[in-house]
């Protein structure tokens, strides 16, 4: 099944066996920027151009986090144009959150920015973060610098997904659960049901519909596309301060979110959101981290302002808002995720 999701912005396809659709359109230099842990998918894209005769050259990028790096810019930039990567060049990303951010981020600042396509290959990079036109690299602190910068086009092969390990899935399913909480409790029900062995077709283009629904209606963050930080502000300090994956870190953030939100806005889906977590395999607490260390990250985050900490909280399934917490609200919040104040 091959659906095309319309969007203003960005064209989604979301599908099964639709991965060939990433070379469609007019013959150009296609640039195969790829991480290591999609080798695979990398050598399937690469022999399909070469059997249409469709000129490509590729390069591996360092994995994960490290390839978010200026060092990695600098060095692909170069080498792209060494090779003669004109305007009408495209870059092809394939690979995780962390390659699509890269990628997409050379894509946006080569000569003043040349096509850029995604192929995400981790359920996390699917639903969260191909979506959004978001680029970054770490400088110091974690997506310190970035653009905005629309993908061309994405193809989410759901085939491709289906044969994730179960954590680099529990990962994806933290971020889906998270469009679903702020977007569409419909999707929170199906993946209470089901787990990790959910739909992943369904979650993935209902998850990805949220995140494009948001981001249509405020794609610079002016306001409601910060309701996708949910479980983020808590989630990246223990990110930072843990070394914890992405996925981790944000279930464990989303405990503490909503044990915030209970508080200030009496929201009753505490429980149930942190056994949908448990279930799929990811952590509800992070005992043994220093709470001072997570106030000072949190201070730092690009969402804190001069009031204080915002935060995003539920009224209810599928009803964010923003709101600013007061340190005493934030640590009980904290607590409910086992982090004390020794
Ligand atoms: N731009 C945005 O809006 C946005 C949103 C959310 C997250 N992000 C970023 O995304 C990153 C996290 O994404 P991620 O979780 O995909 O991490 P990742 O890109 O680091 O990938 C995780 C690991 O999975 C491996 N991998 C990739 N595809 C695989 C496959 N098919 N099978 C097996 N292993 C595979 C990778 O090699 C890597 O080691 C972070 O850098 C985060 O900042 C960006
Ligand atoms: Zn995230």
């Keep these: ?71 990695v810019v600098e060095e692909t930039t170069a080498w792209m144009g060494e090779i003669g990567v004109k305007r009408d060049g495209i870059v092809v990303a394939i690979g995780g959150g962390a390659l699509t951010d890269i990628a997409g981020f050379i894509a946006s600042v080569y000569m003043r920015g ?31 610098v970035g653009t905005f910068a629309h993908p061309d086009r994405v193809v989410i092969d759901v085939d491709l997904l289906q044969q994730l390990p179960d954590e680099l899935l529990a990962e994806g399913m933290a971020e889906a659960l998270k469009a679903g909480l702020i977007g569409d409790p419909g999707l929170v029900d199906v993946i209470e049901r089901s787990g990790l062995h959910a739909d992943l077709e369904e979650v993935v283009k209902r ?31 223990v990110e930072a301060v843990a070394g914890w994956s992405h996925g981790r870190s944000v279930a464990v953030g989303m405990v503490a979110a909503s044990a915030i939100s209970r508080m200030v806005c009496g929201f009753d889906g505490e429980e149930r959101i942190e056994a949908i977590i448990a279930a799929l395999g990811l952590p509800v607490a992070c005992p043994g981290l220093n709470r001072a260390d997570l106030h000072r990250l949190m201070r730092m985050d690009k969402k804190s302002d001069p009031e204080g900490l915002r935060m995003v909280l539920l009224e209810g399934l599928g009803r964010p808002l923003v709101s600013h917490i007061d340190p005493a609200t934030l640590d009980a919040g904290l607590d409910a995720i086992g982090i004390g104040d020794e």
């Design 1 to 71: 099944m091959d659906e095309r999701i319309a969007a203003e912005v960005t064209s989604v396809t979301i599908g099964r066996g639709v991965l060939e659709e990433i070379a469609d359109g007019p013959e150009t230099l296609i640039v195969v920027l790829a991480q290591p842990g999609a080798a695979q998918v990398t050598a399937r894209v690469v022999s399909d151009l070469e059997a249409r005769t469709i000129p490509v050259v590729t390069r591996m990028l360092p994995d994960a986090e490290e390839a978010k790096s200026f060092k």
């Design 114 to 144: 040349i096509e850029a396509r995604y192929v995400p290959t981790t359920l996390l990079g699917a639903v969260d973060a191909a979506i959004g036109g978001k680029t970054a690299l770490n400088v110091g602190g974690k997506n310190l």
């Design 207 to 237: 998850a990805v519909a949220v995140k494009l629904a948001i981001v249509e209606a405020d794609f610079r963050e002016a306001g409601s596309r910060a309701h996708l930080n949910f479980g983020h502000t808590i989630g990246h300090a």
